[in-house]
Nanobody
Framework: EVQLVESGGGLVQPGGSLRLSCAAS????????LGWFRQAPGKEREGVAS???????SYADSVKGRFTISQDGAKNTRYLQMNSLKPEDTAMYYC?????????????????????WGKGTLVTISS
């Protein structure tokens, strides 16, 4: 079965850092595209960061320069390094994969095109 499991969420103070992980089973990241999405209460789900099978990355303007998604072929896990966190980053974070050949740009802007989703990990930024 295809399964995605996020981890690494938690409570952190503004300006702090977290690293989220997305572990995959049932497929390999090498041939697919992965995106990170988030949804805060009362807000629409938005794309945060994405990486495609070629290693190309895309970021939302709100996180660019602060978040980094990494390419890791050694393990079937992808990471989202989150630095300089702000209260507005508080949300449930999800990883999702497209089993087709979506580009990172497409993935960031087309959450409905993602085929599989993890259950999410909660990130709370508060003092």
């Amino acid at each position: 079965e295809v399964q995605l499991v996020e981890s690494g969420g938690g409570l952190v103070q503004p300006g702090g850092s977290l690293r989220l992980s997305c572990a995959a089973s049932g497929f390999t990241y090498s041939s697919y595209c992965l995106g990170w999405f988030r949804q805060a209460p009362g807000k629409e789900r938005e794309g945060v960061a994405s990486i495609d099978s070629d290693g190309s990355t895309s970021y939302a303007d709100s996180v660019k320069g602060r978040f980094t998604i990494s390419q890791d072929g050694a393990k079937n896990t992808r990471y989202l390094q989150m630095n300089s966190l702000k209260p507005e980053d508080t949300a449930m974070y999800y990883c999702a994969v497209d089993l087709g050949k979506m580009s990172s740009v497409q993935a960031l802007r087309n959450d409905h095109g993602m085929d599989y989703w993890g259950k999410g990990t909660l990130v709370t930024i508060s003092s």
